[in-house]
Nanobody, 125 residues
């Protein structure tokens, strides 16, 4: 399984961003995919998760007003997009995509996922 994130960069406060995670190599029709982020010196924080089986979406309570996730799939790959609006300097960090085959169980727990992307840096100033 391979996850490749894209779309990070520098954004001004109040702006928006769109990140994409292209996942390939899945042997399963149903997977749980999620976005996490990690600020400097901080732990990994869940942003949002999506179950491709029933397309249920869970956003972190402290972000749900500013986050939209969507999924597109074909037989070869699944792409999870993350849109965030009204960005603040506290949104600065490395954003990671994660996945695990099957339905989402502990979808907001980073320890539950077994595949990760390399991360993409987002800086808000």
């Amino acid at each position: 399984v391979q996850l490749v994130e894209s779309g990070g960069g520098s954004v001004q406060s109040g702006g928006s961003l769109r990140l994409s995670c292209a996942g390939s190599g899945h042997q399963y029709q149903r997977v749980c995919m999620a976005w996490f982020r990690q600020g400097s010196g901080e732990g990994r924080e869940a942003v949002a998760a999506l179950d491709t089986g029933d397309v249920t979406i869970t956003n972190a309570d402290n972000l749900k007003e500013r986050v939209i996730v969507s999924i597109s799939k074909d037989q070869a790959r699944a792409t999870l997009d993350l849109q965030m609006i009204d960005l603040e300097p506290s949104d600065t960090g490395t954003y990671y995509c994660a996945t695990r085959p099957g339905r989402c169980v502990e979808r907001m727990n980073h320890l539950w996922y077994n595949y990760w992307g390399q991360g993409t840096q987002v800086t808000v100033s």
